[in-house]
Every structure is written in structure tokens, then in C-alpha cells.
T-cell receptor, first 114, second 112 residues
Framework: GAGVSQSPRYKVAKRGQDVALRCDPI?????LFWYQQALGQGPEFLTY????????KSGLPSDRFFAERPEGSVSTLKIQRTQQEDSAVYLC????????????FGPGTRLLVL | AQRVTQPEKLLSVFKGAPVELKCNYS??????LFWYVQYSRQRLQLLLR??SRESIKGFTADLNKGETSFHLKKPFAQEEDSAMYYC??????????????FGQGTTLQVKP
């Protein structure tokens, strides 16, 4: 079956612009994670959903970052008033139940803020 | 603080040589450790996890709680092992959400 998909794959935004990044998890996966990966670094946790409930948003770097998963499947990560430091690859991962289940990663969205 | 440290950004070996990718962690509770791999132009994928104690593609990793390490080893490197390797941990237990804490990654380059 299809894996985790993300769109767009690449996004160039002008500083101050709002962006929306989409994640389609594997069908039936309850848990969904967003990670941010800066150049030369490992992924860093942003937020976690169990179905439609956002149970952990401790990694969101500022109130400009907002994530939702209204129907418990597709998720959107929104960044308002983008800054240059937001330039990174944004990874989405899903797992069947969370906890110790294997996380399956999407290809990522590469965001460049000019 | 929870932290995963991979001290080498780049490890270069010749085909057939042994490989050891180092990973040290700092964690106050009981962690579960993973190795993830990203081959060129592919997505990040799980290589192995300590709890399953299995060997994948000839790689093994042993959790050493005394030294807080989870080094990845392979006795004879192959060119197809060239990739970026990330060590990661999550909290073990029923309250765990599964969120992963990653190291900075080590690029393994296997030369012919």
C-alpha cells in the first residue's frame, strides 16, 4: 500500500508569508507526528496526534506554528508569518498506535524562507 | 535532559572493513533505543530497535545501560550501506506517546 505522503515537496516563501504543509498518513494509523529537521541536524519533535486529538505540542517553537488533524487522518502544519529560521525539512510520520510502534516517515517538505 | 549524541558526523571505511557507529544517550528513565537510516534520495526508515534484539542487513546494536550507549556495528561493510544513520530514543512505558529524540546523524561512506 501507499506510504506516508507529504505535499508540497518543496516550498519557497517570502519572509512574513503564511504556509501550510500537508501530511497524508498511512490509512488506519492512529498516531501522527511532525518533526522539523534543520540542515545538518537530526529531526526534532514538533507535535503528536492520536486520531484527531493533539496530545503533545511541546515541540512547537512558537505560537506561529499550528497543527491540526480534524478528522483523524490528514494533518496540516501551518506556519504563520514565516521567518528565515523556519527554513528546514518538515517530516511527518505515522504509526499504528504510537508508543513503541514503528514510525513510518514521509519524504518531507523542504521549506525555504527568503 | 534527554539527549542523543552521535560524536561522528562522517565515518569513512573501505568495503569489507568493520563498522561501528557510536551513539550515547542521556535519559533519566527507561529508554527504548532505535537506529534509523536514510539512503540517498529515500525517506527515513527504521533499521533496528534494541527491544527486538535482531540483526538487520548484518547490523546489530547492543544497549549498554552502564555506559548509556547503543553503538551500531557491522563486521563487514558493503557499499550499499552508505547512508545517513540516526540514533534515536523514546521513553519506554505506557505513558509514552512514541515521540522520538534523534541524534545529529552520522554519514557512513563505504569506499570500494
Amino acid at each position: 500500500g501507499a506510504g506516508v505522503s507529504q505535499s508540497p515537496r518543496y516550498k519557497v516563501a517570502k519572509r512574513g508569508q503564511d504556509v501550510a504543509l500537508r501530511c497524508d498518513p498511512i490509512s488506519g494509523h492512529v498516531s501522527l507526528f511532525w518533526y522539523q529537521q534543520a540542515l545538518g541536524q537530526g529531526p526534532e519533535f514538533l507535535t503528536y496526534f492520536q486520531n484527531e486529538a493533539q496530545l503533545d505540542k511541546s515541540g512547537l517553537p512558537s505560537d506561529r506554528f499550528f497543527a491540526e488533524r480534524p478528522e483523524g487522518s490528514v494533518s496540516t502544519l501551518k506556519i504563520q508569518r514565516t521567518q528565515q529560521e523556519d527554513s528546514a525539512v518538515y517530516l511527518c510520520a505515522s504509526s499504528f498506535s504510537g508508543r513503541q510502534e514503528t514510525q513510518y516517515f514521509g519524504p518531507g517538505t523542504r521549506l525555504l524562507v527568503l | 535532559a534527554q539527549r542523543v549524541t552521535q560524536p561522528e558526523k562522517l565515518l569513512s571505511v573501505f568495503k569489507g572493513a568493520p563498522v561501528e557507529l557510536k551513539c550515547n544517550y542521556s535519559y533519566s528513565g527507561s529508554p527504548e533505543l532505535f537506529w534509523y537510516v536514510q539512503y540517498s534520495r529515500q525517506r527515513l526508515q527504521l533499521l533496528l530497535r534494541h527491544i527486538s534484539r535482531e540483526s538487520i542487513k548484518g547490523f546489530t546494536a547492543d544497549l549498554n545501560k552502564g555506559e548509556t550507549s547503543f553503538h551500531l556495528k557491522k563486521p563487514f561493510a558493503q557499499e550499499e550501506d552508505s547512508a545517513m544513520y540516526y540514533c534515536a530514543l523514546t521513553r519506554h512505558g505506557s505513558s509514552n506517546t512514541g515521540k522520538l529524540i534523534f541524534g545529529q546523524g552520522t554519514t557512513l561512506q563505504v569506499k570500494p
